[in-house]
């Protein structure tokens, strides 16, 4: 099956830094999202990028379908920033494949 | 729209027990799809409902675990013999096209 891999696996910044996650995969994909969950454990939706580039706020990402990566801005980071974030796929067989996320802290 | 909402949040129980958790789906959305999560690993995909049909099971759903989605509308994930090894966060998600949505999830420890 499709394999997803995320990097880095932690990261740890200071408040206001920008950051830059990264996700490979190993097939061509219909269906890229990335989410962040919270500390209660909800995964809450941040973009839906099968390809292409998306802003929203002081969030943006990027997927380059034809190359099989992602990556997820984050400027100016907040300490509500953060937690883990995940990228998952889905090659048409109507399922996310998750990879094990970067977690990522946020010191004022 | 409340979003996916499951219930219950939390969920102690020994070993040997059964249990049942309960998904509702965000209204009109005809794909209903569970995932489990262990610590520090990503979710996995467990079983996936289009409407009322279950069209897919992972092969992470053994005989002890069932699920159904009577009349297309909530899903109910239910563990027979719990065992340890089931204490997961239990994820369940929604989608109408291809953006999928999560609940809150379920944890379960088992005892």
């Known amino acids: 099956g499709i394999q997803v891999e995320q990097s880095p696996p932690d990261l740890i910044l200071q408040e206001g830094a920008n950051s830059t996650l990264r996700c490979n995969f190993s097939?061509?994909?219909?269906?890229l999202q990335w989410f962040h969950q919270n500390p209660w454990g909800q995964l809450i939706n941040l973009f839906y990028i099968p390809s292409g580039t998306k802003q929203n706020g002081r969030l943006s990402a990027t997927t380059v379908a034809t190359e099989r990566y992602s990556l997820l801005y984050i400027s100016s980071s907040q300490t509500t920033d953060s937690g883990v974030y995940f990228c998952?796929?889905?090659?048409?067989?109507?399922?996310?494949?998750f990879g094990q996320g970067t977690r990522l802290t946020i010191n004022p | 729209d409340t979003g996916v909402s499951q219930d219950p949040r939390h969920k102690i129980t020994k070993r040997g027990q059964n249990v049942t958790f309960r998904c509702d789906p965000i209204s009109e959305h005809n794909r209903l799809y569970w995932y489990r999560q262990t610590l520090g690993q990503g979710p996995e995909f467990l079983t996936y409902f289009q409407n009322e049909a279950q069209l897919e099971k992972s092969r992470l759903l053994s005989d002890r675990f069932s699920a159904e989605r009577p009349k297309g509308s909530f899903s109910t994930l239910e563990i027979q013999r719990t065992e340890q090894g089931d204490s997961a966060m239990y994820l369940c998600?929604?989608?109408?096209?291809?953006?999928?949505?999560f609940g809150q999830g379920t944890r379960l420890t088992v005892v």
């Open positions: 097939d061509s994909v219909n269906n």
């Open positions: 998600a929604s989608s109408r096209e291809a953006e999928a949505f």
């Open positions: 998952a796929v889905e090659q048409g067989a109507q399922k996310l494949v």
